[in-house]
């Protein structure tokens, strides 16, 4: 049918009006009417063209758009195919936008209002309540990093009580606000690490920020015992985080590492290269190298009770022999919380048997290391500990820099010591058995550092906790036997 002229109609009409099937182009010629007419207005199925391109086409009542239709709006690509109310998107409807993506539900006059589904460009979908266009009220939805979350919506953020489920594994369930945690509520991290507690803007409120060792300064322990570590993981006001579980601790030792000049021809270079972890900075100015641990087990090494060793620094907990048979071997089969089956120690203390202690995770913000105890020192450690026995015996702190001469002397004499045993062992020590007799198998008298740093993995909240330090000083065994004499005249001169 041709269209007609602007103000003209052309079609069927009933005492001078409008009626059946016809064409009108409005006298603004932005509309144009093609459809059926019930006594001159728009009555039936038709089709409503504007002049930008847009169109309706769907039923009328009375003049007014009303019912079922489909609408397209050329200014934004958009479609909607559903119901309508005086022109206006009322009912359930499908709204298929231009740049992919889709609305299908409840609409009240033209915005989205009830429940519904909606996809957006990047594929992520939330179904739930809707108002005035958002998301308002109880809704799922699931983000393009695969992550869900079901709960309370409050204008198109995630406000009130909600459960976060993480494509990584990580759940938190608890309380919202501006689209973050805020309020009480549980993570369980992918790690393992549970914080349970007052959340702020995203963050824990008592969040650990440090681990802290516990006990004096330095460590004195007697040479041969085995010590027991607390380790607290503390917030920045030095309070326990006590709403914090599950991060994982690892405990290692350091010896100081001493420099030489490289125009020596001694290969402590090349020792330092063949141990297992790299130079370490320590907060009491020196370096230390990886120095092994190992968990006191019964079989060559006797389990110990904890006494306290007093010293200048203050005290610590040591060991004296117990009974076999008094103490029965924890059992150690949940690895979760860094337990194991007790190793066992029939090949004395060769490399491969030593068995370092296990990580542990935190318990309320708490961790306890048990039965630590420092291994006898490796063969390729003998050139370290030789020179620090060497600037003890000097009787002068070694000032920093040591002349290419006094170096050489250094290695010289350390080769020969180093010679000399090497022939008393070949003499000496004909089996296995011997060559880990008891004074060899103990660790050297002197200064240790033992560190305790965080392995967790992923890190929690993407952030690692900085390593503890603390100085341990080995005393020798001798000192034990001193202290048992004093007591023992104390007590007869009683």
């Known amino acids: 049918m041709a269209a007609p002229r602007p103000g003209c109609y052309l079609g069927a009409a009933k005492a001078q009006r409008r009626e059946g099937y016809g064409l009108y182009v409005y006298p603004n010629s932005f509309f144009q009417y093609e459809g059926e007419w019930k006594q001159g207005r728009k009555h039936g199925h038709g089709k409503l063209l504007f002049k930008d391109g847009s169109y309706y086409e769907g039923e009328f009542v009375d003049g007014e758009i009303m019912g079922n239709g489909l609408r397209y709006w050329a200014s934004t690509g958009n479609t909607y195919s559903g119901q309508f109310v005086s022109g206006e998107l009322h009912g359930h409807g499908v709204m298929q936008y231009k740049d992919g993506g889709k609305y299908e539900g409840e609409f009240s006059y033209g915005v989205r209002a009830g429940h519904g589904l909606l996809v957006d460009q990047d594929g992520q979908t939330y179904q739930g309540s809707f108002h005035n266009n958002k998301k308002h009220g109880g809704g799922k939805m699931t983000f393009k990093n695969g992550d869900k979350y079901e709960g309370d919506w409050i204008l198109d953020q995630r406000q009130g009580h909600g459960i976060l489920h993480c494509a990584d594994g ?175 120690n029939e090949d004395g203390f060769e490399g491969e048997s030593l068995h370092p202690p296990a990580s542990q995770r935190v318990e309320r913000g708490c961790v306890v290391f048990r039965n630590i105890m420092l291994a006898p020192p490796p063969a390729n450690y003998q050139p370290f500990m030789l020179l620090d026995e060497l600037n003890k015996k000097g009787g002068k702190k070694p000032s920093g820099r040591i002349s290419a001469e006094k170096a050489e002397k250094m290695t010289v004499s350390q ?80």
Not at 447 to 454: G, L, N, T
Request: glycine content about 8%.
């Open 415 to 494: 080769e020969k010591i180093v010679d000399s045993r090497s022939e008393v062992t070949a003499k000496g020590y004909k089996s296995k058995q011997d060559q880990h007799s008891t004074k060899n198998s103990r660790v050297l008298p002197g200064q240790y550092v033992i560190m305790v740093r965080e392995v967790t993995m992923p890190p929690f909240l993407g952030q690692t906790l900085p390593t503890a330090f603390k100085l341990l000083r080995v005393l020798p065994e001798k000192t034990k036997v001193k202290n048992i004499k004093k007591e023992t005249v104390k007590a007869t001169s009683t």
């Open 170 to 344: 990580t759940i938190y369930e608890g309380q919202w606000r501006n689209d973050v945690f805020n309020g009480q509520g549980t993570e369980i991290h992918c790690s393992g690490v549970i914080y349970d507690g007052l959340w702020i803007n995203g963050y824990p409120a008592a969040q650990a920020k440090k681990i802290v060792i516990l006990g004096p300064e330095v460590i004195d322990v007697i040479q041969g015992s085995a010590i027991t570590l607390h380790v607290q993981l503390q917030n920045e006001e030095g309070e326990v985080s006590e709403y914090e579980n599950g991060r994982l601790l690892e405990i290692w030792a350091g010896v100081k590492n001493h420099q030489i000049p490289a125009s020596s021809s001694t290969s402590l270079f090349k020792l330092i290269e063949e141990v297992e972890r790299k130079p370490v900075k320590t907060p009491f100015g020196f370096e230390c190298i990886s120095y092994p641990l190992m968990d006191a087990v019964s079989g060559s090494w006797e389990l110990k009770a904890a006494v306290p060793i007093s010293g200048k620094s203050g005290f610590a907990l040591a060991d004296l022999p117990i009974p076999k048979g008094d103490i029965e071997p924890e059992s150690r089969s949940d690895t979760r919380f860094g337990t194991g089956d007790a190793p066992s």
